[in-house]
């Protein structure tokens, strides 16, 4: 009997390495299993043989060198402080070359200012990336060429994904493993690592800027009621009422918690309702539509396809199969 091998996930860390950032992928992808097995192979190497310097203060002896990056199927490059992608724009000549030897079919990552790597070897050029946000304005400099979207935690850019600061490296590989394998296991590993499967907003909600003045309190409590609520017609006027606001309180208070406008914050979860529906139930197309709170299967179409790039019922065959 034949096993297909296990996909292959290998950290690229360079010199200078944000410590938090390298141990996320082995702790995310290393945790996720389906009935006792592991789904991934994670490998931690450098770009050379060479022990590694971590920007904590310490250095690592690695097992792996840039040959494990020939045979790997997701590259993940953590955030760094090396010194020529972050202030000249280019790359270190064993760097180069070992970003070379990932192969043509691979997913390649970013966490945090990994992406200057990334936009330093030219993978970012005409394409949507994050960093953390602290670092965009040198980012913009640097790589004019790439789309940069400070406000967001993580963007799925297809076979180049890129996420913001520390903390965001884990939304992006929750969301890998939840492409990979559903929901169920990314929020198995999720409730292993006890952090939350999903985060609401942006990182524009962390950026150091004061909350706008007017009105008391938070809109947390009416966003958990309106999670509880979201088949209902909630618009702007219904959520301000709820939270005892006027709407252009609301509305900025809104914002700045959590990185984005009421109507786009709801869009999204209702996507991700609809999607979890897919994946664990039988239901028609236009009940889970209904259910989501998105109207109508064309509605839901037109929002999977915007989302994700598929629609609803290629959706669902492919989280039966992953499930089977």
Known sequence: MSFEPLHR????????TVGYDMQIPPQIFGTASRNGSQL???????????PVRIGAGYTAVLDHGPEALADAGTVIVPGTRLEEPRRHGTLPGPVAEALSMIPAHARVVS???GAFVLAAAGLLDGRRATTHWAYAKTFRRLYPKVD?????????????????????????????????????????VARFCVVPPWRDGGQSQFIDRPVPDGGEGSTAATRAWALRRLAEPLDLAVLAAHARMSVRTFSRRFRAETGLTPRAW????????????????????DRVAAESGLGSAASLRQHLKATIGVAPLAYRRTFAQLAG
């Open 266 to 285: 709801l869009t999204q979860h209702r996507v991700q309702h609809a999607r979890h529906l897919l994946e664990s139930t039988n239901l028609p197309i």
């Open 40 to 50: 991934y192979d994670v490998r931690i190497c450098g770009a050379d043989d060479r």
């Open 111 to 113: 966490i945090c200012t």
């Open 148 to 188: 940069l979207d400070e406000d967001v935690l993580f963007v799925d850019d297809g076979d180049v994904l890129t996420s913001a600061g520390l903390a965001a490296g884990l939304d992006l590989c929750l969301h890998i493993l939840r492409t990979d394998h559903g929901s169920e296991v990314a929020n198995r």
């Open 9 to 16: 996930v290998v950290v690229l860390a360079l010199d200078g």
